[in-house]
């Protein structure tokens, strides 16, 4: 179960018109694990994710999930599977609390009227459970809380709704040092929890911190998917530029997103 | 935010169980929470000063324009004038309480004015020109108002016409069409005077006493129930409610303005009360007493029935959450699947639709439908309303309560003024003051949203 992944694309294509963005993309998530999406930019990664999420469709390709094929109408289609994206812009409504922000689109009902008390208590436990403390109360207005407190809420929303699947865009992107910390002790307790977690991130030292494996995407192309231990900040660096490694290039079976 | 905020901000929290959570928890524990009275006061100014003033300016207004016209003239004072300006206002304000939707989602709806006209001149024309019952009359003018707001949602939300302009269309194109129904078809031509009792009624008669204070009994215990019921709730829930001292305080309030407004027009506020002597027919004199005027006007059960309505729709059902989340972020809001089309058709469905109803209390206070009648500033005055109330012209922020606070600010100044400045510049002058009252307003919503930026709050 563990090595089989719970996402899995094979083979995909994705063009713009005469554009081509993804060539040949093999990509795969397994639970209890953080695999991180990098490539510089116009590599594809926002491309990737959008196929991934529903947003675009695929040309061609096959896309896993739990092993059985699927195909992808709609964001609702994926949210539906399990699969939860934390855009870098947020999607947070600032003049609701957080507890409606949680909720939003999904709320309990009971009857007519909202069953405000008990999505409280879910959203207090699901934060409780996250070791998220750094929120004064659930009642806040997002509009109230900081950079790292938004991120923190817009993560616990997916774990909320039992996902299986996380895709975070850029977490850290507009944080200070502290609460980049804060937000990848998350990313990380979100493995541990049993989540499969695809975390995009131009930050090296962030990405070698907390991802299990790294998938680097170079022009379209996914150029390689190597554990955290194969490779240091250099090589790294070197797959995102180049595209290659020089004189430890990785095998060929790793290249098809299989690693040895 | 608080330095204790910034604080507990600062501290990073890397592993479950570390010290630094003792600390942070230890922090957080320390922070104010709204346990007692002093405590939610204290919390309460912190918002306002966040710039999350609500209905706060317009409160503090009205105290103040009412003291200001009181002790200028008498006239204003007396309870004729009070019962006057509750039947005068509720036009405006019914009208209000559907911009109130459409301006949560920072839209404008600029013909909602005209609107009004139209569905009561559609009601007036059946009832005076085709002797159509009056309910029928009034469905039709509602069910008119509807398809207006029907045709303006599409217009925006599907052709993708800025609201602003698709109403400023209406807003001259139902003029003309208002014009057409009052001087064409059956019956009387340009003012068309309403006969049927019931419209009437809405705007000239009262309750009887009785049915005042049942009234009254019902919005308090109905009041006492809900948020007793709901603190109960939360207490089972084992989740932190208001303080009881915060609740009696706001149950005490209400159960005395209720019994207070319903005491004072309760009383007789006719202007003439004295006696004349005439002849009872057989050589003998009696006294004929002028009618009375006493009594809560019907007009305010259909303020309260649409107020409770409209109040519970927009905070306790999940249509409701939606208009605040597609007013507050409609990427978001698309993103959590809300269908934002379908919301976004629905408010102008409903502000159109209470255009309707406040074109037929306006017509109902004058007795006669003219198109005069809905021209000029009564969108103005009911956007001004909403706004002043507490609405936020930028959307997302706003309460139906905004519609009868700043409804009630824009009649006192309207009667107040009327009755202060006399002659050729009185429409004059209460123009000029409307207009920078409404301009006021306005610029406390954009520097309130600054500041909220500013401090973190909103």
Redesign the interface.
Same mark, same amino acid.
């Given at each position: 179960m563990v090595d089989e992944p719970i996402l899995e694309l094979r083979g995909l294509n994705k063009s713009f018109g005469p554009v081509e963005v993804l060539k040949n993309v093999q990509f795969s998530a397994r639970l209890g694990e953080v695999i991180a999406l990098v490539g510089d930019n116009g590599a594809g990664k926002s491309t990737l994710v959008k196929c991934i999420s529903g947003t675009y469709p695929i040309d061609s390709g096959e896309y896993l999930f739990e092993g059985h094929p699927v195909t992808m109408h709609s964001p609702r289609d994926a949210s539906a599977l399990g699969i939860e994206i934390v855009y870098q812009d947020l999607a947070l409504c600032d003049n609701l609390d957080i507890v409606q922000n949680m909720f939003l689109g999904r709320e309990r009902v009971r009857g007519l009227t909202l069953d405000e008390s008990s999505m409280e208590q879910s959203a207090q436990d699901t934060l409780k459970s996250l070791s998220v403390r750094t929120v004064r109360s659930v009642r806040q207005r997002v509009a109230s809380l900081s950079g790292g407190q938004r991120q923190t809420v817009a993560i616990a929303k997916a774990v909320l709704w039992n996902s299986k699947v996380v895709i975070l865009d850029e977490p850290t992107a507009a944080l200070g040092v502290a609460q980049t910390a804060q937000v990848l002790s998350l990313v990380r307790r979100l493995a541990d929890r049993g989540l499969a977690v695809v975390l995009i991130s131009h930050n090296m030292n962030e990405v070698l911190e907390v991802a299990d494996r790294i998938a680097v995407l170079y022009l379209g192309e996914m150029a390689a998917q190597v554990s955290r231990q194969d490779v240091n900040q250099q090589q790294l660096i070197e797959l995102i530029t180049t595209g290659r490694l020089d004189g430890a290039r990785p095998s060929p079976t790793e290249a098809n997103g299989v690693p040895a | 935010?608080t330095s204790l905020?910034k604080q *507990? &901000? *600062?501290?990073? &929290? /890397? &592993?479950?169980g570390s010290e630094a #959570?003792e600390r /942070? @928890?230890a922090l *957080?524990s320390t922070?104010p929470?709204a346990s007692n009275l002093g405590s939610y006061l204290s919390l309460y100014v912190q918002r306002v000063r966040?710039g999350e003033m609500g209905s706060l300016p317009a409160v503090g207004g009205l105290i103040v324009l009412v003291i200001l016209f009181s002790s200028v003239q008498d006239t204003f004072r007396g309870l004729y004038n009070f019962g006057n300006m509750l039947t005068e206002g509720s036009g405006p304000i019914l009208l209000a309480m559907g911009l109130v939707f459409v301006l949560l989602l920072g839209e404008i709806d600029l013909s909602a004015g005209f609107a009004a006209g139209v569905c009561a001149a559609v009601m007036v024309r059946l009832m005076v020109g085709y002797n159509v019952a009056w309910p029928l009359s009034i469905g039709a003018a509602i069910v008119t108002g509807v398809i207006i707001g029907f045709v303006i949602g599409l217009l925006r939300a599907k052709v993708r016409i800025p609201s602003f302009v698709v109403t400023l269309a209406f807003f001259l194109a139902f003029q003309g069409v208002a014009l057409y129904i009052v001087n064409n078809g059956p019956g009387q031509h340009g003012d068309v005077r309403i006969t049927d009792k019931v419209v009437l009624a809405f705007e000239n008669s009262q309750m009887p006493l009785w049915a005042g204070w049942v009234l009254a009994a019902v919005i308090v215990i109905g009041y006492l129930l809900i948020k007793v019921s709901a603190q109960l709730?939360?207490r089972? #829930?084992? /989740?932190a409610g208001e303080p009881t001292s915060v609740l009696a305080v706001k149950i005490g309030g209400v159960a005395v303005g209720t019994v207070g407004v319903v005491y004072f027009l309760s009383q007789n506020r006719a202007l003439h009360k004295t006696p004349t002597i005439a002849s009872n027919g057989n050589g003998g004199f009696v006294k004929v007493f002028p009618p009375k005027v006493e009594g809560v006007p019907w007009v305010v059960l259909v303020l309260i029935g649409f107020f409770v309505v409209w109040t519970f729709l927009l905070s306790?059902?999940?249509y409701g959450?939606?208009v605040? @989340?597609v007013?507050?972020?409609e990427? @978001?809001?698309r993103?959590?699947?809300?269908p934002v089309d379908r919301v976004r058709i629905s408010v102008f469905v409903l502000c159109s639709g209470m255009a309707a109803v406040g074109g037929i209390m306006i017509g109902s206070n004058v007795a006669a439908v003219s198109v005069a009648n809905y021209a000029g500033n009564t969108l103005l005055l009911a956007v001004g309303a909403a706004v002043i109330g507490g609405t936020s012209l930028f959307g997302?922020?706003g309460r139906v309560i905004d519609a009868l606070i700043g409804g009630a600010v824009v009649e006192v100044i309207q009667n107040g003024m009327s009755n202060l400045v006399q002659g050729n510049n009185g429409s004059a002058v209460q123009y000029i003051v409307t207009g920078i009252v409404l301009l006021l307003a306005a610029a406390v919503d954009a520097l309130s949203r600054r500041r *909220?930026g500013a401090t973190? /709050? @909103?």
């Amino acid at each position: 179960m563990v090595d089989e992944p719970i996402l899995e694309l094979r083979g995909l294509n994705k063009s713009f018109g005469p554009v081509e963005v993804l060539k040949n993309v093999q990509f795969s998530a397994r639970l209890g694990e953080v695999i991180a999406l990098v490539g510089d930019n116009g590599a594809g990664k926002s491309t990737l994710v959008k196929c991934i999420s529903g947003t675009y469709p695929i040309d061609s390709g096959e896309y896993l999930f739990e092993g059985h094929p699927v195909t992808m109408h709609s964001p609702r289609d994926a949210s539906a599977l399990g699969i939860e994206i934390v855009y870098q812009d947020l999607a947070l409504c600032d003049n609701l609390d957080i507890v409606q922000n949680m909720f939003l689109g999904r709320e309990r009902v009971r009857g007519l009227t909202l069953d405000e008390s008990s999505m409280e208590q879910s959203a207090q436990d699901t934060l409780k459970s996250l070791s998220v403390r750094t929120v004064r109360s659930v009642r806040q207005r997002v509009a109230s809380l900081s950079g790292g407190q938004r991120q923190t809420v817009a993560i616990a929303k997916a774990v909320l709704w039992n996902s299986k699947v996380v895709i975070l865009d850029e977490p850290t992107a507009a944080l200070g040092v502290a609460q980049t910390a804060q937000v990848l002790s998350l990313v990380r307790r979100l493995a541990d929890r049993g989540l499969a977690v695809v975390l995009i991130s131009h930050n090296m030292n962030e990405v070698l911190e907390v991802a299990d494996r790294i998938a680097v995407l170079y022009l379209g192309e996914m150029a390689a998917q190597v554990s955290r231990q194969d490779v240091n900040q250099q090589q790294l660096i070197e797959l995102i530029t180049t595209g290659r490694l020089d004189g430890a290039r990785p095998s060929p079976t790793e290249a098809n997103g299989v690693p040895a | 935010m608080t330095s204790l905020d910034k604080q *507990a &901000e *600062a501290t990073p &929290e /890397l &592993e479950s169980g570390s010290e630094a #959570q003792e600390r /942070l @928890a230890a922090l *957080a524990s320390t922070v104010p929470s709204a346990s007692n009275l002093g405590s939610y006061l204290s919390l309460y100014v912190q918002r306002v000063r966040g710039g999350e003033m609500g209905s706060l300016p317009a409160v503090g207004g009205l105290i103040v324009l009412v003291i200001l016209f009181s002790s200028v003239q008498d006239t204003f004072r007396g309870l004729y004038n009070f019962g006057n300006m509750l039947t005068e206002g509720s036009g405006p304000i019914l009208l209000a309480m559907g911009l109130v939707f459409v301006l949560l989602l920072g839209e404008i709806d600029l013909s909602a004015g005209f609107a009004a006209g139209v569905c009561a001149a559609v009601m007036v024309r059946l009832m005076v020109g085709y002797n159509v019952a009056w309910p029928l009359s009034i469905g039709a003018a509602i069910v008119t108002g509807v398809i207006i707001g029907f045709v303006i949602g599409l217009l925006r939300a599907k052709v993708r016409i800025p609201s602003f302009v698709v109403t400023l269309a209406f807003f001259l194109a139902f003029q003309g069409v208002a014009l057409y129904i009052v001087n064409n078809g059956p019956g009387q031509h340009g003012d068309v005077r309403i006969t049927d009792k019931v419209v009437l009624a809405f705007e000239n008669s009262q309750m009887p006493l009785w049915a005042g204070w049942v009234l009254a009994a019902v919005i308090v215990i109905g009041y006492l129930l809900i948020k007793v019921s709901a603190q109960l709730a939360r207490r089972r #829930q084992g /989740l932190a409610g208001e303080p009881t001292s915060v609740l009696a305080v706001k149950i005490g309030g209400v159960a005395v303005g209720t019994v207070g407004v319903v005491y004072f027009l309760s009383q007789n506020r006719a202007l003439h009360k004295t006696p004349t002597i005439a002849s009872n027919g057989n050589g003998g004199f009696v006294k004929v007493f002028p009618p009375k005027v006493e009594g809560v006007p019907w007009v305010v059960l259909v303020l309260i029935g649409f107020f409770v309505v409209w109040t519970f729709l927009l905070s306790r059902t999940r249509y409701g959450r939606h208009v605040y @989340a597609v007013g507050g972020n409609e990427e @978001a809001a698309r993103r959590a699947g809300i269908p934002v089309d379908r919301v976004r058709i629905s408010v102008f469905v409903l502000c159109s639709g209470m255009a309707a109803v406040g074109g037929i209390m306006i017509g109902s206070n004058v007795a006669a439908v003219s198109v005069a009648n809905y021209a000029g500033n009564t969108l103005l005055l009911a956007v001004g309303a909403a706004v002043i109330g507490g609405t936020s012209l930028f959307g997302g922020k706003g309460r139906v309560i905004d519609a009868l606070i700043g409804g009630a600010v824009v009649e006192v100044i309207q009667n107040g003024m009327s009755n202060l400045v006399q002659g050729n510049n009185g429409s004059a002058v209460q123009y000029i003051v409307t207009g920078i009252v409404l301009l006021l307003a306005a610029a406390v919503d954009a520097l309130s949203r600054r500041r *909220a930026g500013a401090t973190g /709050l @909103a």
